[in-house]
């Protein structure tokens, strides 16, 4: 079973404009972590931000903010103002303490943004 | 800052050869991974290892797989007798510890397998 869903494959955006990656997880587990990834064109991992599951607050750091929401399992990653830099496939995770804090990722979303 | 290094960036092998991918863990953790995502796709939990043994597997990671430390630096990745469907980016990454959680990942090395 998918424990994460990144139900939206590709996002093409117009400069300038706001846009929401949105991530679906599941989990038994009452502790684990969440955490967001970018892959650039060039094939790195670059890691963007990691939730505790006991901590939901939600998180701004420039143009990108977090909205982390227990209740409906959902982690979404909104991007403001984006810019062509920010084209790359952008993956959630779960790590979960009883599957060995393996990260598990969903399948990505890739966001194109253009001039 | 510390960072996680692969070698080599890029490996071509014809099938049925052994490869052997290297990794360098940041210094000061513990905990090391092997990662691998097929182009196009999500990346998948191969291995994870600490204190000088496997502790958990993915059902990918079958007997043509394997994993060592040989010495206090290198974290080492083989493919025991490589198949096409071993082409794939293959990622190490590691952690200090697990309340950290925070997964430091290398810049991968590609496999191609011809």
């Known amino acids: 079973a998918q424990k994460v869903t990144q139900a939206q494959t590709e996002i093409s955006v117009v400069e300038k404009e706001d846009v929401t990656l949105d991530c679906v997880y599941e989990?038994?587990?009452?502790?684990?972590?969440l955490f967001w990834y970018k892959q650039p064109p060039s094939g790195e991992l670059v890691f963007l931000i990691r939730?505790?599951?006991?901590?939901?607050q939600n998180e701004i750091s420039g143009r990108y903010s977090w909205n982390f929401q227990k209740s409906t399992s959902s982690f979404n990653f909104t991007i403001t103002a984006s810019q062509v830099v920010d084209s790359a496939v952008y993956f959630c995770?779960?790590?979960?303490?009883?599957?060995?804090?393996?990260?598990?990722f969903g399948k990505g979303t890739s966001l194109l943004v253009t001039p | 800052e510390p960072e996680v290094t692969q070698t080599p960036s890029h490996q071509v092998t014809q099938m049925g050869q052994e490869v052997i991918l290297r990794c360098v863990p940041i210094?000061?953790?513990?905990?090391f991974y092997w990662y691998r995502q097929i182009l196009g796709q999500k990346v998948e939990f191969l291995v994870s290892?600490?204190?000088?043994?496997?502790?958990?597997k993915s059902e990918i990671f079958d007997d043509q797989f394997s994993v060592e430390r040989p010495d206090g630096s290198n974290f080492t990745l083989k493919i025991r007798s490589t198949k096409l469907e071993d082409s794939a980016m293959y990622f190490c990454?590691?952690?200090?510890?697990?309340?950290?959680?925070?997964?430091?990942f290398g810049q991968g090395t590609r496999l191609t397998v011809v």
């Open positions: 990454a590691s952690i200090k510890d697990r309340e950290i959680a925070e997964a430091f």
């Open positions: 989990t038994r587990d009452t502790t684990y972590y």
């Open positions: 939730r505790n599951s006991f901590d939901e």
């Open positions: 995770a779960l790590r979960e303490p009883n599957s060995g804090y393996a990260l598990n």
């Open positions: 290892f600490y204190n000088n043994e496997i502790s958990e």
């Open positions: 210094s000061n953790h513990l905990y």
